[in-house]
């Protein structure tokens, strides 16, 4: 039994580094084999060709970028303006990455950003990179600044976590638009204020969701208090 083990794990890593092969073999031949085409293009024959309408929103994000620096605020801009993904949907911070970090966008063919059944970016170093495969869609110059922004903000240490606990966080809904929402505080006066507040018009836009925002303890005490008599009723 241990002896078939082992063999059916070489055959699943040699059918694994087989296929790897023949993507890279396809990528060095300027053909896509890496999935549905990137946003801003579109695939015949193999290869990607650039979709002129999406084009000019891809663009817009790295301009966008450069001036608001946070995907958030890129989203939050082209949700406003009533611009929308390829299905139609509302643009998603995390979505923006996933466009600004694709050195597709400057010519180049990539394989291996994804691990399998995972929708979490794998560090750069282990991607698969072939330059050069066709027209860059973005200025080099534009997607290197870019680049070094993200790499910046990296660098830089995480700001502490909003101070004071947010017990509903994430269980409490928005009542327009039922998204979940997170805590928030702000300081005035020399005191810190906690509020809940929409989560998607934080991140989506007011075009999305003209957003709620509830008092903190105000909120906590009311769903404590009905808690308390949920349970003396029992």
Not at 26 to 32: A, G, N, P, Q, Y
Request: hydrophobic share 35%; net charge positive.
């Amino acid at each position: 039994v241990h002896i078939l083990g082992s063999f059916a794990q070489f055959e699943r890593e040699l059918l694994i580094e087989r296929t790897r092969e023949g993507h890279l073999q396809r990528l060095h031949r300027r053909e896509w084999s890496c999935g549905p085409a990137p946003f801003g293009y579109r695939k015949v024959e193999g290869k990607l060709v650039e979709v002129p309408e999406e084009a000019a929103v891809v663009r817009r994000m790295f301009d966008l970028f450069l001036e608001h620096k946070t995907y958030g605020g890129v989203a939050r801009q082209l949700n406003d303006e009533g611009v929308r993904t390829r299905r139609g949907n509302a643009w998603y911070p995390s979505v923006i990455k996933g466009i600004l970090l694709n050195p597709v966008y400057v010519g180049a063919n990539v394989y291996g950003r994804y691990a399998s059944g995972d929708t979490r970016l794998k560090p750069k170093e282990e991607w698969t990179v072939v330059p050069g495969m066709r027209k860059a869609l973005v200025d080099p110059e534009v997607f290197d600044a870019v680049q070094g922004i993200i790499e910046g903000k990296a660098a830089e240490p995480k700001p502490p976590a909003p101070r004071g606990p947010y017990l509903l966080s994430g269980l409490v809904r928005c009542g327009r638009c039922g998204s979940p929402m997170c805590g928030k505080s702000t300081s005035r006066d020399g005191k810190v204020h906690r509020y809940y507040v929409c989560n998607a018009s934080i991140h989506l836009g007011k075009v999305f969701c003209e957003g709620t925002s509830v008092v903190a303890g105000r909120l906590e005490k009311a769903v404590v208090g009905r808690i308390a008599e949920m349970a003396e009723r029992q």
